[in-house]
C-alpha cells in the first residue's frame, strides 16, 4: 500500500480538537449530562433512551481516541467519524421538531441554528483527517 501524504499542521490540530471534543462529549455522555443527551433521543427510535446516550458516549470516546491516536487509519476514521455525525443527526431533527430543551436550547431559533452545525462536525471529520482528500490514494493490489 502506497503511504498516505501527511496532513498539514492546521488539519492535524483540527484533528485533535475535534477527538478531545468528542472524547469530552462522551466522557458527558456517561456522566453529567446523561439527562440532556437523553432528552435529544427521538421518541420514535425503538430503544430505551439510556441505552443510546450510553452507546453513542462509549462510540464518541472510542472515535475521539481514534481521531488524537489515528495512525495508518486515519483516512477509514475520518469517515467512520463523519458516518457517525449524520447518524446523529435524527436527534438534532428531533429536538427541533419535538420542541425539546436542552443543553440551553431553548428556542426554535436556537435549535434551528444548531441543524447547521451538524454538516459543519462532518466536514470538519473529513477535511482535518483528509480523508477526502485522499480518497482516491491507489492501493497496492
Do not use: C
Not at 462522551?26 to 421518541?43: I, K, W, Y
Not at 436550547?105 to 434551528?112: N, P, V
Not at 473529513?126 to 490514494?137: F, I, K, M, Q, V
Amino acid at each position: 500500500m502506497m503511504p498516505l501524504a501527511r496532513t498539514s499542521l492546521p488539519r492535524r490540530i483540527a484533528r485533535v480538537v475535534l477527538g478531545a471534543f468528542l472524547v469530552f462529549a462522551g466522557t458527558a455522555h456517561l456522566t453529567v449530562a446523561r439527562s440532556e443527551f437523553a432528552a435529544q433521543v427521538p421518541s420514535w427510535l425503538p430503544l430505551g433512551a439510556d441505552l443510546v446516550v450510553v452507546v453513542s458516549g462509549v462510540v464518541e470516546l472510542l472515535l475521539g481516541a481514534a481521531l488524537v491516536f489515528p495512525g495508518r487509519y486515519r483516512v477509514p476514521v475520518g469517515w467512520v467519524v463523519a458516518a457517525f455525525f449524520v447518524a446523529i443527526f435524527p436527534g438534532n431533527i428531533a429536538q427541533y421538531v419535538d420542541g425539546v430543551s436542552a443543553f440551553g436550547l431553548d428556542t426554535d431559533g436556537a435549535r434551528l441554528a444548531r441543524l447547521f452545525f451538524q454538516p459543519v462536525l462532518v466536514l470538519w471529520a473529513l477535511w482535518s483527517t483528509g480523508a477526502w482528500r485522499d480518497r482516491r490514494t491507489p492501493k497496492e493490489p
